[in-house]
Each structure stands twice: as C-alpha cells, then as structure tokens.
C-alpha cells in the first residue's frame, strides 16, 4: 500500500507492495475536474543522486476524469531501500505542459524495506 501525503504528494511505499494510487485534475478557475481524449499524465520515479528514470509511465485513459497510476509488486519489489522523487506531467493533446506536483517540481517517494 502505498502513503501519500495529499498536501505535498510525497509517498512512502514498502518494498513489494502494490503501490496504486488515484487522483482527479482540477481546473483551479471552475473548480471541476478534467482531462481530455488525447492527454496524457506522466510519471517518472528517478534517483536523488543522478536524477536516472528508476520507472516512468504513461497514463492515457481516465475512467471518470480519474488518473491512476499502477505500481504492481513486480515493479517495486526490486526497489532498493531508500529516498526518490518523482514529477507528474500532465501533457494536453494540444502540447501544453503542466508539473502537477503542487509548488514544485518534484515530490519525494520514499523506498521501505519490508519485512522477509
């Protein structure tokens, strides 16, 4: 299970365990979520240290104006024990950009080890 702080977005997960986590974009004017056919939300887990992609994918379908990211224990089991970060991109079909990590460009994610 993943933890999520939902003021800054930093994250803890433990080893192995499936880290899914949901989320709806909001139109700061209108107060209504949104995306649209053609969008697509980025994530991308690097290494402090060197800033090297660890895991990156592309989320294009939003069932309900919902944005879900899927990290399956196959994924995080091979993690090493330790801190990341992590951005959100959010790219509109017309080639706007926007970082969705709220008043920064990343956020921090954080590796426990599990218990064998």
């Known amino acids: 299970m993943i933890k999520l702080n939902k003021n800054t977005l930093d994250a803890e997960l433990v080893q192995g365990d499936t880290g899914t986590f949901s989320f709806s974009i909001v139109d700061a004017n209108t107060g209504k979520t949104f ?66 990590n709220p008043n920064r460009p990343h956020s921090n994610f954080t590796v426990k080890k599990g218990v064998d």
């Open 35 to 100: 995306v649209n056919p053609g969008d697509e939300v980025w994530f991308t887990l690097k290494k402090i240290i060197d800033q090297s992609v660890i895991i990156q994918k592309k989320i294009t379908e939003f069932p309900n104006d919902i944005v879900t990211i899927p990290l399956p224990p196959s994924e995080t089991k091979e993690l090493e024990a330790g801190n990341y970060i992590y951005d959100l991109k959010l790219i509109r079909s017309d080639g706007n950009v926007d970082t969705l």
